[in-house]
């Protein structure tokens, strides 16, 4: 079955930085668009940066200049470096990737994975 793992979250101080990794699994025949997606408590989940296959990358404002987006398509894993972390970055960041398995092209989701930035 195809997995989506994220690993690298944690608790750090404002200013800091943190590197988050989506490592995809199973019987996957291809990778298309990939992206981390985060909700604070009480809101609703978010879009922080998408990257196509063919590495055209999307922020939202928020985001800009601070995280970057990249992948390495041997190692089916998409990352997200976060610099210059601020106390409203605290949320749960989920990975989605849009990938072709056996039953076709469909969106999955990872577990989340949690960042908390204190102040």
């Known amino acids: 079955q195809v997995r989506l793992v994220e690993s690298g979250g944690g608790l750090v101080q404002a200013g800091e930085s943190l590197r988050l990794s989506c490592a995809a699994s199973?019987?996957?025949?291809?990778?298309?668009?990939m992206g981390w997606y985060r909700q604070a408590p009480g809101k609703q989940r978010e879009l922080v940066a998408t990257?196509?296959?063919?590495?055209?990358?999307n922020y939202a404002d928020s985001v800009k200049g601070r995280f970057t987006i990249s992948r390495d398509n041997a190692k089916s894993t998409v990352y997200l470096q976060m610099n210059s972390l601020k106390p409203e970055d605290t949320a749960v960041y989920y990975c989605n990737g849009d990938l072709v398995g056996d039953n076709g092209r469909r969106p999955f989701w990872g577990q989340g994975t949690q960042v908390t930035v204190s102040s």
């Open positions: 990257i196509a296959d063919g590495g055209r990358t």
């Open positions: 199973g019987r996957i025949f291809n990778i298309y668009a």
